[in-house]
Nanobody, 123 residues
Framework: QVQLLESGGGSVPAGGSLRLSCAAS?????MGWFRQAPGKEREGVAT???????TYSDSAKGRFTISKDNANNTLYVQMGSLKPEDTAMYYC????????????????????WGQGTQVTVSS
């Protein structure tokens, strides 16, 4: 139903910044960023509704900013003050629900996923 393609990952030093992008083939109500480090469970980073209401994990709040361009069906996350603990594969996720509410940070809510883009933060 929707194709998602992440880009923008790379290696950065601690304290640095990185911007990830996710190009979607169509508009979706809920979109978000999730990450998974080796040996760890996938965790929600940030989500955003079609209307721009954002939800952040405790670790992302104050450092990351999620945004989207509905005209281009593109999702972004600006990540600043990066820490080695942020090292993970970052995935874009989407769900076509329509609601007045926010989008959850739970992985099992999202049926559509991208292939991921690696983010490595060196100490």
């Amino acid at each position: 139903q929707v194709q998602l393609l992440e880009s923008g990952g790379g290696s950065v030093p601690a304290g640095g910044s990185l911007r990830l992008s996710c190009a979607a083939s169509r508009s979706m109500y809920c979109m978000g960023w999730f990450r998974q480090a080796p040996g760890k469970e996938r965790e929600g980073v940030a989500t955003i509704t079609y209307y721009g209401r954002a939800t952040y994990s405790d670790s992302a709040k104050g450092r990351f900013t999620i945004s989207k361009d509905n005209a281009n069906n593109t999702l972004y996350v600006q990540m600043g003050s990066l820490k080695p603990e942020d090292t993970a594969m970052y995935y874009c996720a989407a769900h076509s629900v329509s609601s007045w509410g926010t989008c959850p940070l739970t992985s099992n809510f999202y049926p559509s996923w991208g292939q991921g883009t690696q983010v490595t933060v060196s100490s």
